[in-house]
């Protein structure tokens, strides 16, 4: 691995940049107590982007993302932008980061830690010790289908359409990744479309089943309804393992998934794009949670999504595992010493800041590294 990891910082917009500080502060102690290097730069996506180049993402900024060995990404968004037109949108330049860096594969894991057990809206039972993948497809389905727009018929009155389309390379290229992942994990995979209702889910069954008896035989396969799966999420969550799913079925349950854990806040994702001949994969990581525009620049947002989302890029990007572990490990031990901030306070826990929720994880980090 070179010696100079670079590294795209794309904090965007609301919470993005507060909770990315953080990050910042972690790669400062990880470059002086780990002698890890990361080469950092910063650019604009969003509305910020628009507001200094009007369009959410220059072509310059997405060529640096091609470039660099990984990209992390804030949040987009905001009511300011939300009446621009929709390729100004903010959305618009998170969208073609993921389309023009391939980055097919979402994985978001869910896990719950044990001290949040009681943040969780469903009884402590039915959460402890969950431990999920959603693996979301990311650069298909309706997200990207055409055609798509709003016309005017010729009665005056209007027609909006999206397309879903999935081929099977598409199909299997995701979920040969959903069965690489299982077997590090249960050996489990649940593959979630509407095959009673979409033609693109019947497909999307058949190539799924197909490669598990191609190449993974030892892994159980077993198809389920998207609706039923949401429903599953909420009644009985430790059923799965891998949840391999489309692009806009993986966004819903993927939500739904992070409030088992306690909260939006505390959800970590990585997108992963096809292996080049050295197998190394283009990659962004980014939380699982918005732009939260209530909240920003109030020093109140939880930072642990965002720097859980820098131990995956650790882990995925640059095979560095034990430094991973070590943020992850400070997050519990944060949490476990009552350190809590608003979005997953609990009574007799101490609420605090972004800022005082850094500090927290680096104490904890100069502890499991003393
Ligand atoms: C997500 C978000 C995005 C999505 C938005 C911000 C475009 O909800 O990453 O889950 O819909 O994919
Ligand atoms: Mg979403």
Redesign the pocket.
Known sequence: MAANRKVLVLAGDGIGPEVMRQVRRVADWMAKRRSLSFDLSDGLVGGVAYEAHGTPLTDETMQDAIDADAVLLG???GPRWDNLPFDKK??RG??RL?KDMELFA?L?PATVFDALVDASSLKSEIVRGLDIMIL?E?TGGV?FGEPRGITTLPDGTRRGINTQVYTTPEIERVARVGFELAKKRAKKVHSVEKANVMESGVLWREEVQKLRDKDFKDIDLQHMYADNCAMQLVRNPKQFDVIVTD??F??IL??CAAMLTGSLGMLP?ASLGPADANGRRRAMY?P?H??APDIAGKDMANPLAMLLSFAMMLRYSFDLDEDADLIERSVKNVLNSGIRTADIQQPNTARVSTTTMGDAILRELDKLSA
């Open positions: 949040a987009v968004g903010p959305e998170l969208l993921r979402n978001r979301r990311l997200y692009n806009l993986g966004d993927s939500d994702s980014e699982v918005g732009s």
